[in-house]
């Protein structure tokens, strides 16, 4: 059965610690679960792919699971692009639309968009998207969409994300040469965004904070679009390191400790609370120490995600005094580092605002065992690329009206 006759969507995510491959098909216009496969990545460094070969082969390892489950062939794949290099930055762009009023049509909405994309940017930077945040005719903002509308200048304000460009390109290539051909690629932030926050959330302005293994990447979204994205260069792997040095034992044990056993704010460990453990003659162990090892660190991670807010363009494009001022909806927080018993407590007491953890909607038929902040980036890719399907037909299809109309006209 091929792909498209399947009218399936798959994502790949590309992580630090894992490789998740998410297959679903639309049925009926909603998307309906076929099949997932997670291993651990292989050729990572600091959130970057350092080795092709492992990196390679934990995708088709992934990918074959996800065929397996979902007893199809996968050919083509959306890719998510996130790690420390991502950057945002917010701009304006302007169309004259000539000497008359006219109507304004896709054409023109979508050239205002593409005239921001810079003539020169700086080596190595791509740009990953282009968000509108409103439209301005003649001078009148807060337009969500101006087609159909008449004006003689269409001005937008958007949000450009950039990334590496070698970074995009090493997924990519990761992904076709495990046999995969890319359809798109999406920023995780705004993927995980996607799938985990409501409405109102992203109307209010709420940062997500996605906490992957080597970065915590961030989305901040104010009046329902986005108006920041970027990263900090701290996730769970930092924690189970600190643990590992602090406690003098192996990783792969400071790990286990660290979700079985571990807590952000120590006041919330009882004081008399211990474990055994073998390290490597069994010893008792202080639950406190663990909390004492990890505060540090979880408010250092907030400590970052406040200071790139405050250094970002927030305050200036929305007129605040401070950027912490946008996020009256909160801040959630998802990605697997966001598991983290006590992790919520010390991002409200460094951003001054609510705060969540992020669990992903549930799609239809989705096995329970991918309801966890961990899997909100790939169910959130899925949810954009269908997006952008259903939003894409839509255009294609007003176009193929206006074609026969014109035809029609002609005859
Ligand atoms: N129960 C838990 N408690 C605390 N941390 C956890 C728990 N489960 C997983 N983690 C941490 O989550 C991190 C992995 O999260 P995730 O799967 O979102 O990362 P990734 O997508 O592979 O990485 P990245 O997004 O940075 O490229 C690891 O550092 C791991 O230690
Ligand atoms: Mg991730």
């Not at 297959?23 to 959130?47: C, I, Q």
């Not at 073998?278 to 162990?285: D, I, M, S, T, V």
């Not at 460094?350 to 953890?357: K, S």
């Amino acid at each position: 059965m091929s792909q498209r006759q399947d009218n399936l969507i798959t994502v790949l995510d590309m992580g630090s610690a894992y490789t998740r491959v998410l297959s679903a098909d639309v049925n009926e216009g909603a998307l309906r679960y076929r099949g997932h496969g997670v291993v651990a990545s292989g050729g990572m460094r600091k959130g970057l792919i350092g080795e092709l070969a492992p990196a390679i082969k934990a995708v088709k390892a992934a990918n074959a699971q996800a065929e397996r489950m979902a007893r199809t062939n996968i050919g083509e794949c959306v890719v998510g692009v996130g790690g420390p290099h991502i950057r945002g930055v917010n701009t304006v762009s302007r169309l004259e639309l000539g000497s008359r009023l006219r109507e304004i049509g896709q054409e023109d909405v979508r050239n205002v968009v593409e005239r921001a994309r810079p003539v020169e940017r700086p080596a190595d930077r791509e740009i990953l998207h282009l968000l509108p945040r409103q439209f301005i005719l003649d001078g009148q903002p807060g337009i969500f969409d101006p087609t159909g509308m008449v004006g003689a200048v269409l001005e937008v304000d958007l949000h450009m994300a950039t990334c590496s460009g070698s970074a995009r390109q090493s997924t990519i290539t990761c992904a076709n040469r495990a046999g995969l051909e890319v359809t798109e690629a999406v920023l995780e932030s705004v993927a995980a965004a996607e799938a985990t926050l409501s409405a109102d959330e992203r109307e209010l302005g709420t940062c997500l904070v996605n906490i992957g293994a080597h970065s915590a990447d961030l989305a901040v979204f104010f009046e329902g679009a986005v108006v920041h994205t970027g990263a900090v260069p701290i996730g769970g792997a930092h924690f189970t390191n600190d643990l590992a040095v602090g406690l003098q034992m192996p990783v792969a044990q400071a790990e286990e400790l660290k979700r079985e056993f571990g807590h952000a704010v120590v006041t919330a460990v009882p004081q008399e609370a211990e474990i055994e453990i073998a390290n490597p003659e069994p010893q008792a162990l202080r639950l406190r120490t663990i909390a004492e090892i990890l505060e540090p660190r979880a408010r250092e991670l907030f400590y970052f995600v406040k200071e790139n807010l405050r250094q970002s363009d927030i305050a200036d494009t929305l007129r605040l005094n401070d950027a912490l001022e946008a996020l009256g909806g909160g801040c959630v927080l998802t990605g697997g580092g966001a598991m983290l018993p006590g992790l919520l407590d010390v991002a409200e007491s460094q951003l001054r605002a609510r705060a969540r953890t992020g669990l992903p909607v549930r799609l239809s038929n989705m096995p329970g065992e991918l309801a966890h902040p961990g899997f909100a980036t790939a169910i959130g890719m899925l949810l954009y690329a269908h997006r952008t399907r259903v939003t894409r037909a839509a255009e294609n299809n007003s176009l193929r009206a206006k074609l026969r109309a014109i035809f029609a006209a002609s005859y």
